[in-house]
């Protein structure tokens, strides 16, 4: 169908705040942050002075990342863009998860 200006029309998705990509990556991202919670954390960014692991930080992070996610998906509105977009929060989701099944097998520090 072509509109009146000669160009194809285009569908638009409409734009969801939650969708099964986010459900995966949060799944995946709170496996990953109890995971690590009461173990020593090599990364300095997710560590406290202690040198155990800081889920706060860890949590804004993951927060920020969701974030710059959904403003992609916000600004690309076709179906293929929103595809890529949810296939790379599958992705991420996935990574979080192999990290959380790697940190299941590190053991807690005693206090």
């Known amino acids: 169908m072509l509109a009146t200006t000669g160009m194809a029309q285009t569908k638009r998705e409409s734009f969801k705040w939650f969708d099964r990509g986010d459900a995966i990556y949060w799944a995946g991202a709170g496996l990953d942050i109890a995971s690590s919670i009461d173990k020593k954390e090599a990364n300095p960014l997710w560590r406290d002075s202690n040198h155990i692991f800081s889920p706060g930080k860890n949590l804004a992070f993951k927060f920020g990342i969701w974030g710059a996610f959904k403003a992609l998906e916000s600004h690309y509105t076709q179906p293929k863009e929103r595809r890529m977009i949810r296939?790379?929060?599958i992705g991420v989701g996935v990574a979080?998860?192999?990290?959380?099944?790697?940190n299941f097998g590190v053991e807690k520090v005693r206090r």
């Open 87 to 89: 296939w790379a929060k």
């Open 96 to 102: 979080f998860t192999a990290l959380a099944v790697r």
